[in-house]
C-alpha cells in the first residue's frame, strides 16, 4: 500500500458574480473590467515570474430558469445571463496576503456591476464575505422566508456554518456592508498580527539519530530528496 498525495500543489480562491443584460453596456463593463485586470499591468506585472493564475469561468443563465419566479425557490436570481467565478490559483504560500488583496480588489470592481450590486452564486461561496452580506448576495430577498424555514426545520441550528441561513432573531456579526472597501486593510492587519505572534524559534536538535528513527517509525524514511 503506498500513500496517496494530491497532484494539485496550488493554494485557491474563490469568488461568484451573477451579471445581467437589462444595460446594454454591462457585460461589456464587466469583460472590460476583467479584461484590464488580467492582461494588463495589473495581474501580470505584479506577479511577474510567479507560478500564479487568475481564472475567469463563464456559465450561461437565462432561459428556462427564467421561467420560474425568483421566490419559487431558493435561488433569488432568476434574471441571470452570466454567473461568473473568478479563482485566483498561487503555488508559493507566502504568496496568500498578495493574492487576497489582489481578490479584493476584483470583488472591489466587479461587485458593483452584480445584481444589486450584492449578488453571488452559492454554488461558489466566498470565504471572505463578511456574516451579515453573504445571505444578501445568495438569496436576496428570499432570506425572510429561508429564516422562517430554518426556524421550523431546524430549531437547535444543527446545521449551522459559517455561511449558512441563520434563524430569525438569531445575532448577526456586524462586518461593514461587506463591499470589501477595507479588506486591503484587514488583510495587512491579520499579516501584521501573525507575524508579530509567531515565535520564531528554531527547534533544538539533541539526538539526531533517534528523531530520524522516530520519523521512519512513522513511514518517513525516504530522505534521498
Do not use: C
Not at 6 to 17: D, H, M
Not at 141 to 164: C, H, I, S, T, Y
Amino acid at each position: 500500500m503506498e500513500r496517496a498525495y494530491p497532484q494539485n500543489k496550488t493554494y485557491e480562491l474563490y469568488s461568484s458574480f451573477v451579471f445581467g443584460n437589462d444595460d446594454k453596456g454591462t457585460i461589456e463593463k464587466v469583460t472590460d473590467t476583467i479584461t484590464r485586470l488580467m492582461l494588463m499591468a495589473t495581474f501580470r506585472k505584479e506577479f511577474d515570474g510567479e507560478q500564479v493564475n487568475f481564472l475567469v469561468t463563464w456559465i450561461h443563465s437565462g432561459g428556462k430558469a427564467t421561467k420560474r419566479k425568483p421566490t419559487d425557490s431558493t435561488l433569488f436570481w432568476r434574471k441571470a445571463v452570466f454567473h461568473a467565478y473568478v479563482t485566483i490559483e498561487w503555488v508559493d504560500k507566502w504568496m496568500e496576503v498578495d493574492m487576497k488583496l489582489f481578490l479584493a480588489r476584483v470583488k472591489k470592481e466587479l461587485r458593483p456591476l452584480s445584481f444589486n450590486g450584492t449578488a453571488a452564486f452559492i454554488n461558489f461561496p466566498d470565504r471572505d464575505f463578511p456574516t451579515k452580506f453573504h445571505e444578501r448576495a445568495y438569496y436576496g430577498e428570499n432570506l425572510a422566508a429561508l429564516r422562517e424555514v430554518k426556524r421550523m426545520w431546524d430549531p437547535q441550528n444543527f446545521f449551522a456554518w459559517a455561511q449558512g441561513v441563520r434563524r430569525p432573531g438569531d445575532p448577526e456579526e456586524d462586518r461593514g456592508r461587506g463591499d470589501e472597501d477595507d479588506d486591503e486593510a484587514k488583510a495587512d492587519k491579520l499579516a501584521a498580527e501573525q507575524w508579530e505572534k509567531q515565535v520564531w524559534a528554531v527547534p533544538e536538535t539533541k539526538d539526531m539519530n533517534a528523531e530520524l528513527n522516530e520519523l521512519a517509525d512513522l513511514g518517513y524514511d525516504d530522505f534521498s530528496d
